[in-house]
């Protein structure tokens, strides 16, 4: 366990760990405007951060151009389970936030699964039945920022944000590592003109060409 000062609630803020590590907390929207000086959690808080979210992974799709608020190094998008992301490990067992309140969710954005003091196995259960009557992954941990049937539909629409988020971590990589990336396969065309141009190939992993 690690403590920490200050809190994870609101979506702008910073939290300080051990050691002086400084996290800052910034809502979607406003990721573009200002510098990161240190480790940034980019979180959708409300139906416009939503919005800059898909307005990006649009136009890294459509021109190949990748936010660079995205692939920063120091930057990490909060709630990826409920963005197109991986949703294995989204529920109680992996991850929890008690309010003030002593309501239980999976994220700060997220809707009451359960109350403190009640087992585990009970929160899990809620968060399934939750997940169960959702069309998309992990209905719960942004259910008290965006109305689930506008999330949904978002995410159906587009079922290559899974293969953009890979690549969104590849160019973070790189930036750590030095390279200049030029383009990214299957964003804004393909690097081997014979490959299809179709979002069957999203779960291909991401290529790029590093100069």
Do not use: K
């Amino acid at each position: 366990m690690v403590g920490y000062r200050g809190s994870f609630l609101p979506a702008d803020g910073r939290v300080t760990l051990p050691d002086a590590v400084t996290i800052e907390l910034r809502s979607y929207g406003l990721a573009e405007f200002g510098e990161m000086a240190g480790p940034t959690v980019l979180r959708v808080a409300d139906d416009e951060d939503f919005s800059a979210y898909l307005r990006d992974a649009d136009a890294a799709r459509l021109d190949g151009l990748f936010a660079g608020h995205l692939t920063n190094r120091q930057a990490l998008v909060a709630d990826l389970a409920a963005l197109g992301g991986p949703a294995e490990r989204s529920g109680p067992r992996d991850r929890l936030l008690i309010r003030p309140d002593e309501t239980i969710s999976t994220s700060p954005t997220g809707g009451a699964i359960g109350r403190l003091g009640e087992p585990t196995a009970d929160l899990d259960r809620t968060w399934r039945e939750h997940v169960s009557c959702s069309g998309a992954p992990c209905p719960v941990c942004l259910s008290a920022a965006l109305p689930e049937r506008d999330r949904a539909d978002a995410l159906r629409e587009r079922p290559w944000l899974g293969r953009y988020l890979t690549a969104v971590q590849a160019l973070r990589a790189a930036d750590r590592d030095g390279y200049t990336v030029r383009r990214v396969s299957g964003f804004g065309g393909r690097i081997a003109p014979a490959l299809p141009w179709s979002s069957s190939n999203s779960s291909r992993a991401s290529r790029w060409q590093r100069r």
